[in-house]
Antibody, heavy 120, light 109 residues
Framework: QLQLQESGPRLVKPSETLSLTCSVS??????????WVWIRQSPGTGLEWIAT???????YYNPSLKSRVAIFVDTSKNQFSLNLYSVTAADTAVYYC????????????WGQGTLVTVSS | QSALTQPRSVSGSPGQSVTISCTGT?????????VSWYQQQPGKAPKLMIY???RRPSGVPDRFSGSKSGNTASLTISGLQAEDEADYFC?????????FGGGTKLTVL
């Protein structure tokens, strides 16, 4: 059974970089045709797709965050990661990683999520 | 403000049916048959309930069904059970994005 687990700092200072890693177990991150995504959820903005990556290196970003985001994959560790630069309090949210299928179209499964707070 | 519009809350009694709407535009819901629905219990990760408008993953009860008309997608839950009480989110593919609804809290009375 495929499982995803987020890890990373829970507290980040304003203007710094938020870095998270998603570890995939029970399956290979190199399993085509799937993609891997980061999604966040905050009380103010609900669920928001952040970025998508394929193990081959193709990346896709939410236009509203594109200037501050980078997504990476490490197939040797079966992990993928997110960097969100120059964070503000508005970036405080629960961050989820998930597997994405383009056709058929769905996110499944999701990690448990990790709350990241941006505060000095 | 979410990209897709959902009612904030709906409610129903056990055994009844409820329908949750998800309204977008021709650039997302209306333009693609790629609408999915997720159930989220308090403190838990979202769970896939419906994909591609009306397809159900294995393990999801057939009480859950999806449909779409124009720019509005709908999730119908029939034969409501107490365990269905949760938040429900819709999601639609868009050309350069994936858009979510703001979520609907389902209360089973």
């Amino acid at each position: 059974q495929l499982q995803l687990q987020e890890s990373g700092p829970r507290l980040v200072k304003p203007s710094e970089t938020l870095s998270l890693t998603c570890s995939v177990s029970g399956g290979s991150i190199s399993s085509s045709p799937y993609f891997w995504v980061w999604i966040r959820q905050s009380p103010g903005t609900g669920l928001e797709w952040i970025a998508t990556i394929h193990y081959g290196g193709s990346t896709y970003y939410n236009p509203s965050l594109k200037s501050r985001v980078a997504i990476f994959v490490d197939t040797s560790k079966n992990q993928f990661s997110l960097n969100l630069y120059s964070v503000t309090a508005a970036d405080t949210a629960v961050y989820y990683c998930a597997r994405y299928s383009y056709v058929p179209n769905w996110f499944d499964p999701w990690g448990q999520g990790t709350l990241v707070t941006v505060s000095s | 403000q979410s990209a897709l519009t959902q009612p904030r809350s709906v409610s129903g009694s056990p055994g009844q049916s409820v329908t949750i709407s998800c309204t977008g535009t021709s650039s997302d819901v209306g333009g693609y048959d790629r609408v999915s629905w997720y159930q989220q219990q308090p403190g838990k990760a979202p769970k896939l309930m419906i994909y591609d408008v009306n397809r159900r993953p294995s393990g999801v009860p057939d009480r859950f069904s999806g449909s779409k008309s124009g720019n509005t997608a709908s999730l119908t839950i029939s034969g409501l059970q107490a365990e269905d009480e949760a938040d429900y989110f819709c999601c639609s593919y868009a050309t350069d994005n994936m858009r979510f609804g703001g979520g609907t809290k389902l209360t089973v009375l």
